[in-house]
């Protein structure tokens, strides 16, 4: 086939018209139009290329909406949803209904998983770890999180989160996306879309997934957690590695330099450009970008790894495995370095939270492992002067059963998934501190004061960030696509300083 007339024949209605009606158009009104008036274009598009010419991530026009209290997010997900009953829900009276069924009147119907609805009991499983009061805000914390407890008066716990996904797959999709169907863009991604990064150096948003050590098997993770769905992939969210290299082929290969590298980017932009200009496919533009993302990344990527710098006192702040690359501990570490350095989102998922049996002893592993690290993220923020305008949320995909999952004993027992409500906290960036939202049930099964939806959720996270959700819509598919989706959502004020 003629490659000129296999060219015609991949190119849409849109790049035809693009590249003869509109654009004789456009010449025949440029001719129409004074000289004066096109120097005034001119100089208006050069004084507004000027503005951006420093950013590599700018943002969107009109972006932020409003003066935003946060600039960047820092997302801890602990993937497999851990025990709001045995974390921060404190229900003392349970201890009396040990091994007693759930009331038909509280479950009320609700579909449970088929992991725990041929059971012939659902047999009430009181946490056995201890609950106190701490701070000024007198938040009531479990046993499990002795370093967690020492940060409750920056926090905000909402105990009333609920979800319309019972299973993990659709669940996570759900929490990261806004929709439970594969294919949307992920929070992270609609944050790198709207506001861009003020880093020239580093992607806009940046996933870490760190190792755990529960000793059951772990939740997959699916890359659609932090895609970008149907905006460009150049927002997908870049995952660095938990062991070796953070990123494969950040090193040049033995005898090839710096100025060699530069050459060959180069040589491959001018052929990408020269694809782009037959074909307009918007995405070979995203590929140059990434290549020279990929390029300035061996620079940033090793020093931004290098904790050699970092004060001895923050790195004992962070514990013992702050050293040890892939380790939680590591990986919030490199989250505050991230901020610092003007990634705009960064998202740290922590697996092995799936606790269906032998939750007393793996569900002490996974707090040993983010505990004392996620309470110096909130205290090195802070003290650093970044905790004002960086949002910090910690949370996972849905909840865990009052019921125990399999044989239940005083020293042992599993909980099984629950969507009605589940524990998130937030701190930093516009988030009242030192507050307990919402209430549950003396069963933590229904919240019955101020719940909080998903949708409600991210309304306020976008709101933190200053977005207003309604307004912040991308065209596919012939809808107005929204992180929030088409449900009623609400910005929870009441949590907001």
Known sequence: MDPLFAHDLLQTRRQFFGHSGLRLGGLALASMLGRANAATSA????????????????????????????KRLIYLHMNGAPSQLDLFDYKPKLAEQFDKDLPD???????????????????????????EQHGKCGMWVSELLPKISEIVDDIALIKTVNTTA????????????????????????WLSYGLGSESNDLPAFVVLTPTWSAKANAQALFTRMWSSGFLSTNHTGVALRAVGDPVLFVQNPPG???????????ALGQL????????????????????????????????????TGEDPATLELYGPEVKKPGTFAASAILARRLAERGVRVV???????????????????????????????????????????????????????????????????????????????????????????????????NAVENPVSLYDLNATILHCMGIDHARFTYKFQGLDQRLTGVEPAKVVKDILA
């Not at 509280?106 to 770890?129: E, K, V």
């Not at 797959?169 to 991604?189: H, I, N, W």
């Open 43 to 70: 100089n208006s598009a050069i004084s507004a290329a000027a503005a951006e010419a420093g950013r590599i991530h700018p943002a969107l026009a009109g972006f932020p909406h409003f003066a935003p209290k946060a």
């Open 105 to 131: 009147s509280i479950r009320n119907g609700q579909r449970i998983t088929t992991m725990t609805s041929g059971q012939t009991r659902l047999p009430i499983a009181p946490t056995m770890f201890k609950f």
């Open 166 to 189: 019972i299973n993990h797959d659709p669940a996570c999709t759900f929490v990261m996306t806004g929709s439970e169907v594969p294919g949307k863009a992920s929070l992270g991604s």
């Open 256 to 266: 090839v330099d710096t100025g060699d590298r530069r050459t060959m980017l180069d």
């Open 272 to 307: 990408n450009e020269l694809n782009f200009q037959r074909f307009a496919d918007p995405e070979i533009h995203t590929r140059i970008s990434q290549y020279e993302m990929a390029f300035r990344m061996q620079r940033s990527v090793p020093e931004l790894t290098d904790l």
């Open 347 to 445: 998202q740290v998922l922590h697996r092995g939270w799936d606790q269906h049996g032998s939750l007393p002893s793996d569900i002490r592993l996974q707090c040993g492992d983010v505990d004392q690290a996620t309470a110096a993220l909130v205290k090195d923020l802070k003290q650093r002067g970044m905790l004002e305008d960086t949002l910090v949320v910690w949370g996972g995909e849905f909840g865990r059963t009052v019921y125990s999952q399999g044989t239940l004993t005083k020293s042992n027992y599993g909980r099984d998934h629950h969507p009605r409500n589940f524990c998130m906290w937030m701190a930093g960036g516009g988030v009242k501190p030192g507050l307990v939202y919402g209430e549950t049930d003396e069963f933590s099964y």
